[in-house]
T-cell receptor, first 111, second 114 residues
């Protein structure tokens, strides 16, 4: 059974700081997705990573995928308060019809 | 605009009642999914459908039922057999059947059992 682990699960950081969060998964996959959820809201798609070495950037967020290490990172540069949200990674196992989600990482950016 | 519409946004239910949550998409997506989210938790898959008139159980299907009579619609019924139904329910869809691909989510329906 595929397991997807995110760490940390909670992160409180100051505005202007950098940080990297991690998403590890336990079986072979070449597709990984990052989603953002604001409190009380639904999920919105952030990044789609479809191959080893894929790197995507949007504003202060950059995501990458290393399929050999079974690891994706989400790097935050110069955090701002608007980035406060819960971030989920989801992995698409080969041959599967469904995504497996991590538990989510709740990020709080303090002024 | 294309998207996924869930209704109602908020729903209150007495114990022992069945309720149905609506999910409609006009994205022409083949696959549709229902997830449950409890406070502070991740997403758990209830049911999914790759094609009209076919659906599969997810990880927590007990106490729920679905139908897929039309491509654009995938309603979820929370039955009285679901012992702890208070949760946030999310419907999602994706282009491809077979491999899920990127999911697009509706706004969610929040169910509270009184």
């Amino acid at each position: 059974e595929l397991k997807v682990e995110q760490n940390p699960l909670f992160l409180s950081m100051q505005e202007g700081k950098n940080y990297t969060i991690y998403c590890n998964y336990s079986t072979t996959s070449d597709r990984l997705y990052w989603y953002r959820q604001d409190p009380g809201k639904s999920l919105e798609s952030l990044f789609v990573l479809l191959s080893n070495g894929a790197v995507k950037q949007e504003g202060r967020l950059m995501a990458s995928l290393d399929t050999k290490a079974r690891l994706s990172t989400l790097h935050i540069t110069a955090a701002v308060h608007d980035l406060s949200a819960t971030y989920f990674c989801a992995v698409e196992p080969g041959g599967s019809e469904k995504l497996v989600f991590g538990k989510g990482m709740k990020l709080t950016v303090n002024p | 605009d294309g998207g996924i519409t869930q209704s109602p946004k908020y729903l209150f239910r007495k114990e022992g009642q069945n309720v149905t949550l609506s999910c409609e998409q006009n994205l022409n997506h083949d696959a549709m999914y229902w997830y449950r989210q409890d406070p502070g938790q991740g997403l758990r898959l209830i049911y999914y459908s790759q094609i009209v008139n076919d659906f599969q159980k997810g990880d927590i299907a007990e106490g729920y039922s679905v139908s897929r009579e039309k491509k654009e619609s995938f309603p979820l019924t929370v039955t009285s057999a679901q012992k702890n139904p208070t949760a946030f329910y999310l419907c999602a869809s994706s282009w491809t059947s077979g491999r899920p691909g990127e999911l697009f989510f509706g706004e969610g329906s929040r169910l509270t059992v009184l």
